[in-house]
């Protein structure tokens, strides 16, 4: 079986990525090209039920639990937004719940994100951080009952 990187590892991963970049509009650019990336979530999931609350675009977020690990995904209308949960997603899937649940997302600030975001993306990115470690929360209290 395969190791399963420490969320910490991730972090470090990306903060090495955004270092290679010398200005914000390269490191803007990247984050528009993960977005691009992120494969698109099946309309079956784009309900309101999956939306997060307090974002500006429209963002979708759905996880499932497998063998004790959570995955996530998500899709947006907006391609920076996506490339920003695409990150999330990179550092948290395939995580269990504590260690979802226990996680600062360091890499945020060490990027340097909370202070080149527009207030209205930052709390849409704490709110997608949120609704994330909620579904962990959730996870964890059904695999105790």
């Given at each position: 079986?395969?190791?399963?990187?420490?969320?910490?590892?991730?972090?470090?991963?990306?903060?090495?990525?955004?270092?290679?970049?010398?200005?914000?509009?390269?490191?803007?650019?990247?984050?528009?090209?993960?977005?691009?990336?992120?494969?698109?979530?099946?309309?079956?999931?784009?309900?309101?039920?999956?939306?997060?609350?307090?974002c500006q675009?429209?963002?979708?977020?759905?996880?499932?639990?497998?063998d004790g690990?959570?995955?996530?995904?998500?899709?947006?209308?907006?391609?920076?937004?996506?490339?920003?949960?695409?990150?999330?997603?990179?550092?948290?899937?395939?995580?269990?719940?504590?260690?979802?649940?226990?996680?600062?997302?360091?890499?945020?600030?060490?990027?340097?994100?909370?202070?080149?975001?527009?207030?209205?993306?930052?709390?849409?990115?704490?709110?997608?951080?949120?609704?994330?470690?909620?579904?962990?929360?959730?996870?964890?209290?059904?695999?105790?009952?």
């Amino acid at each position: 079986m395969e190791a399963v990187q420490t969320i910490q590892e991730t972090e470090e991963e990306i903060t090495d990525e955004f270092s290679l970049f010398d200005n914000w509009e390269d490191k803007y650019e990247y984050i528009i090209d993960l977005g691009k990336k992120l494969k698109p979530l099946s309309a079956e999931y784009k309900i309101d039920i999956n939306k997060i609350k307090g974002c500006q675009s429209q963002v979708w977020l759905t996880a499932n639990e497998d063998d004790g690990r959570i995955y996530f995904k998500a899709d947006s209308d907006a391609v920076i937004v996506k490339g920003l949960v695409s990150m999330l997603i990179r550092v948290l899937s395939g995580h269990t719940p504590q260690e979802i649940i226990d996680t600062k997302l360091d890499f945020v600030n060490k990027i340097g994100m909370t202070n080149h975001l527009a207030q209205t993306r930052s709390n849409g990115l704490l709110s997608m951080v949120k609704q994330m470690k909620n579904y962990a929360l959730a996870y964890k209290i059904k695999q105790q009952s």
